[in-house]
């Protein structure tokens, strides 16, 4: 284990795995632990900006989710690389002592020392106040021997990010029109191929209606900025943001 996670010592295997798969997440062969977790949802905000219907996030953010809202560490997943490293009881919970039994290569012994990010009272009566020491404005935040996880860790409160679970107003004038309906999700076809390519926008129907979720605007694995051999868009967005071109995508001004 480094300063945030167990050295699994491959990249695909901290979400999806060939073989026990999660069964309680919509998406394919999904390695990770999927709490069940209450969030506060944009709508709570009281703006009179927002006029349409707000859902609980679905499957398109929970998994995003999984990793980004602190409640679940990066590494919490179900099957890890090699024979006997499963538990099915890693699919809704997060076990400390599995996650604990990893070894980062031959001959090296577990690190240990799991926990979450989050400040619930639950955690903060096991591991003291987290962010304490993984934020950059920590009171005992160390650079040199702490790992820092502002930028990573939104929390269960989503009143200050983009909305997601919320239906998109197709036919609002405020709103870019014309979406191609394919099956269970709608998305902008900019090159006019009748499929949802990685650098499209699109809205996922979980049985609501078309939302915008978090992999809407993020693909989490990454979108080249220029074709093949480019750089990926900054924070995975299926559309670089430069001169508002992500905002513009739906947002007609």
């Given at each position: 284990?480094?300063?945030?996670?167990?050295?699994?010592?491959?990249?695909?295997?901290?979400?999806?795995?060939?073989h026990?798969?999660?069964?309680?997440?919509?998406?394919?062969?999904?390695?990770?632990?999927?709490?069940?977790?209450?969030?506060?949802?944009?709508?709570?905000?009281?703006?009179?900006?927002?006029?349409?219907?707000v859902?609980?996030?679905?499957?398109?953010?929970?998994?995003?989710l999984?990793?980004?809202?602190?409640?679940?560490?990066?590494?919490?997943?179900?099957?890890?690389?090699?024979?006997?490293?499963?538990?099915?009881?890693?699919?809704?919970?997060?076990?400390?002592?599995f996650?604990?039994?990893?070894?980062?290569?031959?001959?090296?012994?577990?690190?240990?020392?799991?926990g979450?990010?989050?400040n619930?009272?639950?955690?903060?009566?096991?591991?003291g106040?987290?962010?304490?020491?993984?934020?950059?404005?920590?009171?005992?935040?160390?650079?040199?021997?702490?790992?820092?996880?502002?930028?990573?860790?939104?929390?269960?409160?989503?009143?200050?990010?983009?909305?997601?679970?919320?239906?998109?107003?197709?036919?609002?004038?405020?709103?870019?029109?014309?979406?191609?309906?394919?099956?269970?999700?709608s998305?902008?076809?900019?090159?006019?191929?009748?499929?949802?390519?990685?650098?499209?926008?699109?809205?996922?129907?979980?049985?609501?209606?078309?939302?915008?979720?978090?992999?809407?605007?993020?693909?989490?694995?990454?979108?080249?900025?220029?074709?093949?051999?480019?750089?990926?868009?900054?924070?995975?967005?299926?559309?670089?943001?430069?001169?508002?071109?992500?905002?513009?995508?739906?947002?007609?001004?």
């Amino acid at each position: 284990m480094d300063l945030s996670r167990n050295d699994y010592a491959e990249v695909c295997v901290y979400c999806h795995t060939p073989h026990g798969a999660n069964t309680r997440t919509q998406a394919p062969l999904w390695n990770r632990t999927q709490r069940d977790t209450a969030y506060t949802t944009y709508d709570q905000l009281g703006t009179s900006s927002l006029t349409q219907t707000v859902t609980a996030p679905g499957s398109n953010s929970l998994t995003c989710l999984s990793c980004h809202d602190g409640r679940t560490a990066v590494d919490s997943i179900i099957n890890m690389p090699g024979s006997g490293h499963y538990d099915s009881g890693q699919q809704s919970g997060q076990s400390n002592g599995f996650l604990d039994s990893w070894a980062d290569g031959p001959g090296a012994s577990p690190f240990g020392g799991h926990g979450t990010l989050d400040n619930s009272p639950a955690a903060l009566a096991q591991f003291g106040a987290c962010q304490s020491c993984h934020s950059i404005n920590g009171d005992q935040h160390d650079p040199s021997t702490m790992a820092a996880f502002d930028v990573f860790y939104i929390a269960t409160d989503l009143r200050n990010d983009h909305p997601v679970g919320v239906r998109f107003p197709a036919d609002n004038p405020d709103f870019r029109g014309g979406a191609t309906e394919l099956g269970a999700v709608s998305f902008f076809d900019t090159d006019a191929d009748g499929r949802p390519d990685a650098g499209e926008i699109r809205m996922y129907d979980t049985g609501d209606g078309y939302e915008v979720e978090c992999a809407s605007c993020h693909d989490p694995h990454g979108v080249p900025s220029s074709g093949p051999g480019s750089t990926f868009n900054p924070t995975f967005l299926r559309v670089a943001n430069s001169g508002s071109a992500l905002c513009l995508s739906c947002h007609m001004k």
